[in-house]
Structures are given as structure tokens and as C-alpha cells.
């Protein structure tokens, strides 16, 4: 019986040895902000979300030439299942090239299960002018995608979208 009791346990010591721990982020928390998080990865500035829930996209307007055309804000009490931004709850669309956006939330709110964690996925639509055509003289523009870091990956396979948990023990109450 012992041996049978030993070889039980054993798997479980395992897992939990080799299950990653999300460390929770102290607030106000600052991340990287990608772009193309593949080969050709490119940090064009910083999310921070602050203890008052505003959670801030700022470009670094002197490293790159990218700008804000949406973003996409995911707050919730269970990590996102699927890295589809489009349906995150909050949402600014058609920002024409901004490099500052602003989204509040309230985060309290969010953590549901009141145990103080809150997870975040944040994603933006860059735009930037690549060039003018030289047959209509028009500007022509870049897209890409970009993603804050987290420690977490969305979903399976090859995506690259990641989200972090927050602490809210900073969080101020509203």
C-alpha cells in the first residue's frame, strides 16, 4: 500500500514542479509594448496599467514611426481564452495615428472572485505611412498588430498574444 501510496504521489510532485507560476504584478505595473512578437519583434513603447484602473498606450514617438490606430483591453477575473481582441470589452477604434490612448477600468469590478487577481491582455492596431504611391501621389500606410508583454501565452500553438495577472492590493477603491 505505501508503495502504491508513493507511486501516486510521485506524478504530483511532478506537476507541481513543473507548472509555471504566474507572478502577480504589483500596481502601477509597466510592460513592453511588441510589435510583430514573431522574428521581427519591435518594441514600440509601454502599457502601464495604474491603480485608479486607467491603463495607458504610450509609442515611443522618438524610436519609432508607428501609431495607435485601435486598441483593445482585456480585463476580467479569468485569464482570456482566446486572443481575439476585436471582442475584448473595451475597445478605441479609429485613433488615425495617435500615440497616446487611454483606457479606464474599473478593476475591482473585474475581480469577480474578490481574491485581489486580475488578469490583462492588451493589443493594439498600429498604422504607420510607409511611403507615397508614385503614380497618385497618395500616402501609402503600414499595418501591424501589437501585443504588451505578458508572462502568459492566449490560447495554443503558435500565437504570440500573452496577458499578465495584476494585484489589486494597490488598487485604489472607487
Request: hydrophobic content about 45%; overall charge negative; aromatic content about 8%.
Amino acid at each position: 500500500m505505501k508503495r502504491f501510496l508513493t507511486l501516486l504521489a510521485i506524478p504530483m510532485v511532478i506537476a507541481l514542479l513543473v507548472t509555471p507560476v504566474m507572478a502577480q504584478e504589483s500596481l502601477p505595473f509597466t510592460t513592453d509594448l511588441i510589435a510583430d512578437g514573431r522574428d521581427t519583434a519591435l518594441d514600440v513603447g509601454d502599457l502601464t496599467v495604474n491603480a485608479d484602473g486607467t491603463i495607458v498606450f504610450q509609442i515611443d514617438e522618438a524610436a519609432t514611426q508607428w501609431r495607435l490606430a485601435e486598441t483593445h483591453v482585456y480585463v476580467g477575473d479569468e485569464p482570456p481564452s482566446k486572443s481575439a481582441p476585436g471582442k475584448f470589452p473595451s475597445r478605441n477604434e479609429e485613433l488615425g495615428g495617435v500615440a497616446t490612448d487611454v483606457h479606464t477600468i474599473d478593476l475591482a469590478a473585474a475581480d469577480i472572485d474578490g481574491d485581489g487577481i486580475v488578469y490583462v491582455a492588451v493589443h493594439a492596431g498600429l498604422v504607420m505611412e510607409a511611403g507615397v504611391d508614385p503614380e497618385t501621389g497618395e500616402i501609402v500606410y503600414a499595418y501591424e498588430t501589437a501585443w504588451a508583454t505578458g508572462d502568459q501565452a492566449i490560447g495554443k500553438g503558435s500565437n504570440w498574444a500573452t496577458y499578465f495577472s495584476v494585484s489589486l492590493s494597490d488598487a485604489v477603491a472607487e
